[in-house]
């Protein structure tokens, strides 16, 4: 056997690929963040019983409260018997309770009786086609609003001007620009205010209940609001009944379903793609929460938008969240 060196012919090593050219390796995707918070919350407020439970809960309240009332005046009656003087100070002291119960069920009919006013104005609105229509209209909403010092120097504005004008379409626009755009700045600050803490819960608390409840309470709370900027005033019985008409409109059109996909042409896809889970599940919560208030706006205003003043989504999402994402990032 020869011993003499072998001669290999290696490949030449310039054809060998770079480590630099390498492509970069994937890096793992996180999952698309869902608006569950927001969404459940809705699914709860919106959610309308059946007549037969309607009837269960108005039976145990009737019961109840019959219940309750005779057992107060046994008690009232015996102690008066044993111990007069004591007897007939909690007698007093229910009848002052029940005065009061009177007081705040008038008060709730007051703020339903509101409310009907809102809605028989946003409807008489949508249908003023002539001028004598819009007159009437704009004579009305100067009287639901004469009480509002904070409109004085709007309703002075529109008293001056409105003689002047001739179209409908015109009238009802001025009417809207004098007394309707600086109450929907106002809402629009509560709804910003609103969206913010929602997606500031949901990004810092990893508590699946924690991002309903702050979803549930801030709408509640937030249409309520709304609804006291625009001349509302909602008690506690007729602030749910506007809560569930909002939320039964967004969860009836699937408002409530989007995704991230709502965020995107706001924070870029990109972007949205880089943040974490929770994160970007706070983004959406908020974002549609920021939905939740425009509807409620809607809702609330005595009179329908006009394409040039309707609140655009996108918008207003985008300076809900301004300070909690930056796209620099």
């Known amino acids: 056997m020869s011993k003499k060196p072998v001669l290999f012919d290696l490949e030449d090593e310039t054809d060998a690929p770079s480590v630099t050219e390498a492509p970069p390796v994937p890096e793992p995707q996180p999952a698309a963040p869902q608006p569950s918070a927001m969404e459940q919350a809705a699914r709860i407020a919106a959610r309308r019983p059946s007549r037969l439970a309607r009837w269960f809960w108005a039976l145990l ?10 057992a107060a005046w046994d008690f009232a009656a015996g102690l008066m018997a044993r111990v007069p003087l004591l007897g007939w100070a909690v007698s007093a002291g229910l009848g002052v309770l029940l005065l009061l119960a009177l007081a705040m069920a008038l008060r709730e009919l007051a703020a339903l009786s509101r409310l009907r006013r809102v809605d028989a104005l946003r409807h008489q609105a949508e249908e003023a086609a002539d001028l004598a229509a819009a007159r009437a209209f704009t004579a009305r909403l100067e009287n639901f609003y004469k009480a509002r010092e904070d409109l004085g120097w709007h309703q002075a504005r ?48 990893p508590m699946a209940l924690a991002d309903i409840l702050t979803a549930l309470v801030s709408s509640l709370r937030m249409i309520r609001r709304v609804a006291g900027i625009y001349g509302g005033r909602p008690g506690f019985f007729s602030s749910w009944r506007l809560t569930r008409a909002v939320l039964a409109h967004l969860a009836a059109t699937g408002a409530v379903a989007a995704g991230d ?25 908020g974002a549609l929460s920021a939905r939740v208030g425009i509807a409620a706006m809607e809702v609330c205003r005595p009179m329908p938008f006009s394409a040039q003043h309707r609140p655009g989504t996108r918008k207003v999402i985008q300076r809900a969240l301004t300070g909690l994402f930056s796209k620099d990032k």
């Open 61 to 70: 309240v009737a019961v109840i409260g019959a219940i309750a009332s005779v």
């Open 158 to 205: 529109l008293a001056e001007r409105k003689a002047e004008v001739m179209d409908a379409d015109a009238l009802l626009m001025l009417a809207e620009e004098e007394l309707l755009v600086p109450l929907d700045a106002l809402a629009l600050r509560e709804v910003e205010a609103a969206a913010r803490q929602v997606a500031t819960v949901t990004a810092l608390v």
């Open 261 to 285: 996909d709502l965020l995107e042409p706001v924070l870029g896809g990109s972007v949205l793609s880089k943040l974490s889970r929770r994160f970007g599940e706070g983004l959406v919560n």
